[in-house]
């Protein structure tokens, strides 16, 4: 299951582009890969030169543990790069560029220096996952909803404290990860996320979550170190039958 999970976050299907903006186009001799294709079979390039070097091939580029500050201007000249992942840096923003880069899908940027989401990716109306664990957000923005092509998002170990309504807004949300925050409460308005699967609410201060969750179809629910009774998560468990709900 654990490495189902992962697949499922790591691996989707769009591009990048935004109205008013001129962006690159698609290359129609250039075929996007399917996502399984896009797991087993994309090289990962572990750093900037041999990515350079192959500019046309990239499809993944991980510059993990670099001590960068800032995204490589040079990140550009990937015409075709779909998954960027930029784990345990020191970046607190995002480049222009990003915006003209169309065939870029997922964003990964966990263990950085963000204070604030990075709204240069409204601008990405394809990009649909985007990991910011580890970072210092203390808010979720209230225009969140400009992202309607998210499928996975997570904000796990922030300083975040409310979920703006807008966010259940995202109607193509898959994966919500908000482990390690400080939140109290979840909304009724949660159950318009009709595609969600996944939910990760653990480590917070959560008491109880809105009746009308027990009507969803989530696959995994994980509640562990809240301030909610074994008597409550059990009545959960059998409202919800085919729901896997960590209380660990």
């Known amino acids: ?106 964003v990964y940027l966990n263990e950085n220096n963000f204070t604030e989401f990075p709204k240069i990716l409204y601008k990405c109306r394809n990009v649909e996952a985007v990991l910011l664990k580890q970072n210092q957000i203390r808010e979720i923005p209230s225009d969140i909803n400009e992202m309607q092509q998210l499928r996975h998002i997570t904000f796990t170990e922030n300083q975040i404290s409310e979920v703006p309504e807008k966010l259940y807004e995202l109607e193509n949300l898959e ?31 959560i008491s109880s979550l809105p009746d009308c969750i027990t009507r969803m179809k989530i696959e995994i629910i994980s509640l562990g170190d809240n301030p909610m009774s074994e008597d409550y998560v059990d009545s959960l468990r059998i409202m919800m039958p085919d729901t896997k709900i960590d209380f660990k």
């Open 175 to 205: 994966t919500l990860g908000l482990r390690g925050n400080s939140i109290s409460y979840i909304s009724p308005d949660i159950c318009k996320l009709k595609n969600l699967k996944k939910l990760n609410l653990k480590s917070n201060q």
């Open 1 to 106: 299951m654990k490495r189902f999970s992962i697949v499922f976050i790591l691996i989707t299907f769009f591009a990048c582009s935004d109205k008013g903006v001129k962006v690159a186009e698609h290359d129609p001799n250039h075929k996007m890969l399917t996502n399984t294709q896009l797991y087993l079979e994309a090289v990962t390039y572990r750093n900037l030169e041999d990515a350079l070097y192959a500019q046309e091939k990239v499809i993944k580029l991980t510059l993990a543990k670099d001590n960068l500050y800032q995204v490589p201007p040079e990140i550009a000249k990937l015409p075709y790069i779909q998954v960027l992942d930029l784990f345990r840096n020191n970046i607190s923003e995002l480049p222009e560029f990003l915006v003209d880069m169309p065939y870029l899908q997922h």
